[in-house]
C-alpha cells in the first residue's frame, strides 16, 4: 500500500471504514456472522457443519459467502466493462446497493437488506486492482496486518523508514468503521445503513480524482 499515491490511501482507508461499519452490523444483526469477512464465515461454516450438519448455522454461511462471491464477480464486470472510471461506478453500484437495502428494511421488506449489504462489500474488493489482482484489500486485513508487521521489522532493521505506517492506518480505519457501526447499530438497529449509503456517496469524490488520476498513469 505504502507504493500508492495519497489518493488512492485515502480512499482505501475510508472503504476500510465502510466495510467496518458494513460488517459489524451485519455482525450483530446476524448473530456472529459477517457480511465482509469471509474467513470467519468460512471458519463458522466448517463448525456448523461438524457440529450440526443440518442447522442454519451451517445454511447461512454458505449463503453469505455465495452473494460475497456474486458482488465480486459484480464488480470485475464492472471494471472490465468500464475501465475509464471503473472506482466511480463500482462505488456508485455499492450506493445503489446500500439505499436499496436501507429503503427495503424502512419498508418492511428486511429479508433483502442483508444480501444487498453482502453484494456491495463484495464488489468493493475491485476498487484497487494491478495486472489483475487486488492491490488493496479493504474488507479483510490479516494481509494488511501481515504487511504491517514486515514493514515494522524492516523500519527496526533500518532498513525501511515509514512504510508500515500506511498499513496501520488502513487497519485503523476498519477498526474506527467497525465501532461506528456497532454504535450505531445498537441506537438505531438496521436503519444505520443509511448512515453508511451515506458515507459511500462521499467516498465517490475521492474516487473521481483517483479515476482521473489513472487515465494519465498506471491502472491500480
Same mark, same amino acid.
Given at each position: 500500500?505504502?507504493?500508492?499515491?495519497?489518493?488512492?490511501?485515502?480512499?482505501?482507508?475510508?472503504?476500510?471504514?465502510?466495510?467496518?461499519?458494513?460488517?459489524?452490523?451485519?455482525?450483530?444483526?446476524?448473530?456472529?456472522?459477517?457480511?465482509?469477512?469471509?474467513?470467519?464465515?468460512?471458519?463458522? !461454516?466448517?463448525? +456448523?457443519?461438524?457440529?450440526?450438519?443440518?442447522?442454519?448455522?451451517?445454511?447461512?454461511? &454458505?449463503? *453469505?459467502?455465495?452473494?460475497?462471491?456474486?458482488?465480486?464477480?459484480? +464488480?470485475?464486470?464492472? #471494471?472490465?466493462?468500464?475501465?475509464?472510471?471503473?472506482? &466511480?461506478?463500482?462505488?456508485?453500484?455499492?450506493?445503489?446497493?446500500?439505499?436499496? +437495502?436501507?429503503?427495503?428494511?424502512?419498508? +418492511? *421488506?428486511? /429479508?433483502?437488506? /442483508?444480501?444487498?449489504?453482502?453484494?456491495?462489500?463484495?464488489?468493493?474488493?475491485?476498487?484497487?486492482? #494491478?495486472?489483475?489482482?487486488?492491490?488493496?484489500? &479493504?474488507?479483510?486485513?490479516?494481509?494488511? !496486518?501481515?504487511?504491517?508487521?514486515?514493514?515494522?521489522?524492516?523500519?527496526?532493521?533500518?532498513?525501511?523508514?515509514?512504510?508500515?505506517?500506511?498499513?496501520?492506518?488502513?487497519?485503523?480505519?476498519? *477498526?474506527?468503521?467497525?465501532?461506528?457501526?456497532?454504535?450505531?447499530?445498537?441506537?438505531?438497529?438496521?436503519?444505520?445503513?443509511?448512515?453508511?449509503?451515506?458515507?459511500?456517496?462521499?467516498?465517490?469524490?475521492?474516487?473521481?480524482?483517483?479515476?482521473?488520476?489513472?487515465?494519465?498513469?498506471?491502472?491500480?
Amino acid at each position: 500500500m505504502h507504493t500508492h499515491d495519497r489518493q488512492s490511501r485515502l480512499l482505501a482507508s475510508g472503504l476500510a471504514m465502510l466495510a467496518g461499519y458494513i460488517d459489524s452490523m451485519g455482525f450483530l444483526a446476524l448473530g456472529g456472522f459477517f457480511i465482509s469477512f469471509m474467513s470467519g464465515n468460512s471458519t463458522r !461454516l466448517s463448525v +456448523g457443519f461438524a457440529e450440526a450438519p443440518l442447522a442454519l448455522t451451517t445454511f447461512l454461511p &454458505v449463503g *453469505i459467502i455465495f452473494l460475497f462471491l456474486i458482488g465480486v464477480i459484480l +464488480g470485475r464486470f464492472i #471494471r472490465h466493462y468500464n475501465p475509464g472510471r471503473p472506482a &466511480v461506478l463500482i462505488l456508485s453500484c455499492m450506493l445503489m446497493c446500500l439505499l436499496l +437495502g436501507a429503503f427495503f428494511y424502512q419498508t +418492511g *421488506i428486511e /429479508i433483502l437488506t /442483508i444480501p444487498l449489504m453482502t453484494l456491495a462489500m463484495g464488489m468493493a474488493n475491485n476498487i484497487f486492482m #494491478r495486472q489483475g489482482e487486488v492491490a488493496i484489500g &479493504v474488507t479483510y486485513m490479516t494481509g494488511t !496486518l501481515v504487511k504491517l508487521g514486515q514493514n515494522f521489522a524492516n523500519h527496526l532493521l533500518g532498513t525501511s523508514q515509514w512504510q508500515w505506517l500506511p498499513y496501520l492506518l488502513l487497519w485503523l480505519g476498519l *477498526i474506527l468503521g467497525a465501532v461506528s457501526g456497532a454504535l450505531s447499530f445498537h441506537y438505531f438497529g438496521l436503519m444505520s445503513l443509511w448512515f453508511a449509503a451515506g458515507f459511500c456517496g462521499l467516498l465517490i469524490i475521492p474516487a473521481i480524482k483517483l479515476d482521473a488520476a489513472h487515465q494519465t498513469g498506471p491502472a491500480s
